[in-house]
């Protein structure tokens, strides 16, 4: 917090800042003798009426008085990361997005709409990387029409907690009724250190056949998932054969793209749990990505994944950012079809990882 010559503590922010990350500490509670305070760090992306409104690394969006302000200040755009490789939000955006391709997409200025038949909300919703070209809500006009035309809910895919990342258009969809669906991070770590560890029995291929399917958390998976598990610069299938007559035991998938290699569908089968079979796919995988000249790793992982979180976090990978998918809200007057129905959350066509 910022002290005065007086050394007290002042608000150094005013409603200028908005779009700029602060630190601000509030009164929460008054007591006969104690005072509580609560400190919030995010980025501020309203200040209206007497009521700031600041979106955390998270994505949370925390609204808080003005007249309950002690003490606030512009602190920098992101914090140093102390370990991992360096990246802008901008290049993991674009280096993930590759890796799953959608069937058809769409350029509306600096924004891409992407489609494929509802397989997976990546391949499936806007990336905005910039500025559309036209007002925002002309923007999600035309984004709406687009995706009811192929007969898809329209998300908007938003980042938020690092620099250049996208709080304020995550307030304004907000402020149109959108609704933040599925939340999940992306996490980043060197690969060489992946690659450390022995990994018998990991057979690679370039294609996903019927045995890799069949362990594949989405089941009928048809042709144009397999474009999308296929596509990118250079996708790598990893098996752990199981018993015979059964669906192997682990597999994964990893998309080398110049210094990135990015891992995803690393599953195990519940009773070979524990055994070190992911580290082992993960391991054949990062060897084959830097036998290609990458050296750094990403993958995606839900916040609510807490095995999932421990695994990759013993494994070197820390946060990077978070991505949310928004989900527009139905027309007005709207009675069927994508505009009040479509897969839910628990969809398997819209699974996020």
Known sequence: MEFSAAGRLEVRVTAADVGKRVSV?????YGDTVEKFTDTVGVLTSWDDGVLL?????????RIMESSLVAAKVVPAAPARRRGPAASYEE?????????????SERLGDWELRAADGFTRRANSVLP???PGVPLDEALTYVRDWYAARDLPAFVQ?????????????AELEARGW???????????????LADREAPGVRLSRTADEAWLGRYQRKGVGGTALRVLGGGPSVWFATVPGAEGEEPAAIGRCVVDGRWAGFAAVEVAPERRRQGLAKAVMAALAGRALEEGASAAWLQVETDNTGARELYARMG?????????????????????????????????????
């Open 25 to 29: 500490r509030r009164l929460t509670d």
């Open 54 to 62: 600041i979106t955390r690394r998270t994505g949370e969006q925390v």
């Open 92 to 104: 993991l955006a674009r280096v993930t997005a590759r890796a799953w391709p959608p069937v058809e």
């Open 129 to 131: 990387l910039g500025d």
């Open 158 to 170: 938003t980042a938020t907690g690092a620099e250049g990342t996208q709080e304020l258009l995550c």
């Open 179 to 193: 609704r933040r669906e599925v939340s999940a991070e992306v996490w980043t770590g060197a690969l060489a250190p």
């Open 317 to 353: 990978f820390g946060p990077h950012h978070a991505y949310h998918h928004y989900r527009r809200p139905p027309a007005p007057g709207a009675r069927t079809g994508t505009d009040t129905a479509g897969p839910g959350p628990g969809d398997e066509r819209y699974r996020s990882t």
